[in-house]
């Protein structure tokens, strides 16, 4: 698989991705196994999808096995929605990057944003958001003056713009769930999963986030 450069040894050059599949899988297996579609067509939303190849190996591994096995004439109509332009963004068109022969499976992008509603109610039969959507689409707290360098790093801001921004975070992800159990079908299944929290501050803030912080820091 090489679209967008990512590399065909998945486990090797993925591994965070990887593993909070890998811990998903016993709810990802149980949600292909409880859905109700409609007559004809599943339908799947993937929500914070970047260029969407990680997910899809996760689908493929656990969704579509049992999918196939209980819908076996059904098509499966795949969304990839992220905040930003996708390599799925410019049509919709036969999945043809899986390894498995599947067939009839249909996918298309949509750049919009994600704390919106953008199905009709009782549209989605499944929607999957693995640990990309940090709740956030603007920063809540003023970045300007001589401190704006600062502002790019978490473990530099103080207090309170640290609570602001966690603050708000959490409402992003209320209106989130909100709209995406709208969309639901009644036995629709929704699989999530949350960045942790390391020692008082969010997963997502740390680590190589720091270390870009850094640099544009260094390099502004």
């Known amino acids: 698989m090489s679209q967008s450069g990512m590399s065909d040894d998945y486990q090797h050059h993925c591994l965070p991705q990887y593993g909070c599949h890998q811990l998903a899988q016993e709810y990802l297996i149980s949600a292909a196994r409880e859905c109700c579609p409609n007559e004809d067509q599943i339908t799947i939303g993937i929500f914070g999808c970047s260029s969407g190849n990680n997910d899809l190996l ?30 799925w963004t410019t049509s919709r068109r036969k999945l043809t990057v899986l390894k498995s022969d599947y067939s009839n499976i249909f996918i298309q992008g949509i750049m919009a944003n994600v704390y919106t509603p953008l199905f009709d109610g009782n549209s989605l039969d499944l929607v999957l958001s693995f640990s ?9 707290v003023p970045l300007s003056g ?3 360098k600062n502002d790019f790093c978490w473990s530099l801001l103080g207090n309170e713009k640290q609570r602001k921004i966690d603050d708000y975070s959490k409402s992003q992800l209320t209106k989130f769930l909100w709209h995406r159990g709208r969309e639901l079908r009644p036995r629709g299944q929704l699989v999530i999963s949350f960045d942790g929290y390391q020692s008082g501050c969010p997963h997502h803030f740390q680590g190589p986030s720091e270390a870009v912080s850094e640099a544009i820091q260094n390099n502004s």
């Open 146 to 148: 001589q401190d704006r």
């Open 132 to 140: 990309c959507l940090h709740w956030l689409n603007k920063i809540p």
């Open 58 to 87: 996760a689908v493929e591994k656990f969704i579509l096995p049992t999918l196939y096995s209980r819908f076996p004439d059904h098509s499966i109509e795949i969304f990839m929605i992220d905040i930003s332009k996708t390599v």
